[in-house]
């Protein structure tokens, strides 16, 4: 030891330092591969309490499940399968979770008498409260899961607590909630979306109109009830639903929509009323010609809403006239628009090429590979 | 009768086979890869297989063709996928199923479907 001393005196003082640094790594790697492998044996004991638990919910939940309404088994055999899950279940937050997530997941499998048994299950052993707590959790991951739980489940119950969360500060919390109260919403009347003020990405328009086109048709709500909404994301899902939905009945609401002062609101009412086939649109559509002349986006919209809709000589001549417009999409539009329009609009067109400057949009519009 | 059952949800596998055994439809063989289910093909005998379309090696397809065209076997197939689209639905019919249930589906259902395939 005294030798060990003595020598480590008379080294220099860089291989000192050297070898100090050596040492620190060395600890410092050994410590990480403890690190990660201890990591490793908690995630595999954790993975092995998880599916010892699954396998012990499991009997009792096929029973519950697939007792439905079968004679043989007296409601009292229920109250003993959900005393079982009780008991097994315990106070332990990883029991519930896994119960929970074992819920979920066969819930997502099953309709009919078993998926409504799963959403009892869920009620009576307090899953709900225990999902609740979570979707009012500080972290917003918590929150998020939580209120993804609540929806999964079918939870009425929670629907004001899920509201709650609507304008929440963080953007996954927000949409959850969002989607969660989509789900909730069995009577697709949409009636939250009054005091919805948060933006509204074009992920959940897509997931709330897949949900729509899976419900009752009949039961969708009149989308033009938000034209006016003051959240100006809310005003245009609700103009896309009328387009998707094909209301018919929202066709005066959207001509007078036609002054409204938002631009973009402006531009999805025409592109609805042509998608609507909204012939008795046609008139106020072309009379805003020259008010939106210098706004090339909603010209466009004009010259190709009035080549579904316009069927007048007067909506043939506002066509015409954008084939003067000083940008080539409008004019290309327009030209379009007149060529699908019958011989007397092409007559239109083709007078209009007297001077052979439509020449090449012309040759466009009667390829028949580029037509669309 | 002996069914075999191939899905890698265990869950949903272990719901099924307990529908199935308590309706007294014959004996469920589980299979949670598609790998599995050949072997067990291989060296078995079925009356009725069940199978989901997206299982790790193989998918369900794959089974459906396996029995077809290399077992050469014809016991009636269930195909039970969450994929509903029509092209999915019309291969699977093409490669040999019988009957094709789109996840979420009911248990009675499927047991009404599998006793009716079974002739029992």
């Known amino acids: 030891m005294i030798d060990i001393i003595e020598t480590w005196s008379d080294l220099p003082s860089e291989v000192k330092v050297f070898i100090l640094i050596s040492l620190v790594a060395l600890c410092g790697a050994l410590l990480f591969v403890i690190f990660l492998f201890s990591s490793r044996q908690v995630k595999n004991s954790l993975k092995q309490k998880e599916s010892v638990l699954r396998s012990r ?26 005393s079982q ?25 099953l309709v009919g008498a078993s998926a409504d048994s799963l959403t009892n299950v869920f009620r009576k052993l307090r899953l709900n409260a225990f999902s609740s707590g979570k979707a009012a959790s500080f972290s917003w991951s918590t929150r998020a899961q939580g209120l993804f739980e609540l929806a999964q489940m079918d939870d009425k119950d929670s629907f004001e607590r899920i ?35 948060a933006p509204l990405s074009q992920w959940m328009e897509m997931r709330i109109h897949q949900h729509l086109s899976n419900s009752d048709k009949r039961k969708l709500p009149d989308f033009s009830q938000w034209y006016n909404h003051s959240n100006l994301d809310v005003a245009l899902f609700a103009l896309n639903m009328t387009k998707q939905f094909r209301q018919l009945n929202a066709v005066q609401k959207l001509i007078a929509l036609l002054d409204d002062p938002n631009k973009s609101k402006v531009v999805l009412t025409i592109d609805t009323l042509g ?32 080549g579904k809709i316009g069927y007048a000589e007067n909506h043939w001549k506002v066509l015409s006239g954008y084939l003067t417009h000083p940008n080539y999409s409008v ?26 400057s439509l020449t090449t949009i012309l040759m466009h519009v009667e390829d028949p590979l580029l037509q669309s | ?40 093909l291989n060296n078995s005998h079925f009356d009725l297989v069940i199978t989901d379309i997206h299982m790790p090696f193989h998918s369900g397809l794959e089974i459906v063709t396996y029995i077809r065209q290399v077992l050469k076997q014809s016991m009636p197939i269930i195909v039970l996928s969450a994929e509903g689209l029509e092209n ?28 009716r395939l079974l002739r029992i």
């Not at chain 1, 304008?167 to 005091?195: G, I, P, Y």
């Open chain 2, 88 to 115: 999915t639905v019309l291969q699977a019919f093409e490669v040999g199923a019988n009957d094709f249930i789109t996840k979420p589906f009911s248990p009675a259902e499927l047991a009404i479907r599998v006793r």
């Open chain 2, 1 to 40: 009768m002996n069914i075999l059952l191939c899905d890698d949800d265990d869950v949903l596998a272990s719901m099924i086979q307990f529908k199935l055994s308590r309706e007294n439809l014959g004996e469920v063989t589980r299979a949670a890869d598609g790998k599995l289910a050949k072997e067990l």
């Open chain 1, 275 to 306: 998608d609507l086939d909204a012939h008795e649109a046609a008139n106020p559509v072309s009379s805003k010609m020259l008010e939106f002349w210098d706004n090339d986006v909603l010209s466009r919209r004009i010259a190709k809403t009035l």
């Open chain 1, 85 to 109: 899950l009780q008991k097994d279940m315990g106070e332990s937050r990883l029991a519930k979770q896994v119960m929970t997530d074992q819920l979920i997941g066969l819930k997502k499998n």
């Open chain 1, 163 to 197: 509201k709650s969360n609507l304008h929440a500060r963080n953007v996954t919390v927000r949409e959850e909630a969002f989607m969660a109260l989509v789900k909730l919403d069995k009577d697709s009347s949409l009636q939250f979306l009054n005091d919805y003020h």
């Open chain 1, 57 to 82: 919910f499991q009997g009792s939940l096929n029973v519950i499940m697939l007792m439905e309404s079968s004679d043989e088994e007296p409601a009292a055999s229920a109250q003993f399968y959900l």
């Open chain 1, 331 to 356: 004019r290309f539009e327009a030209a379009q628009s007149l060529y699908k329009s019958g011989n007397q609009a092409k007559y239109i067109l083709n007078r209009a090429n007297s001077e052979g």
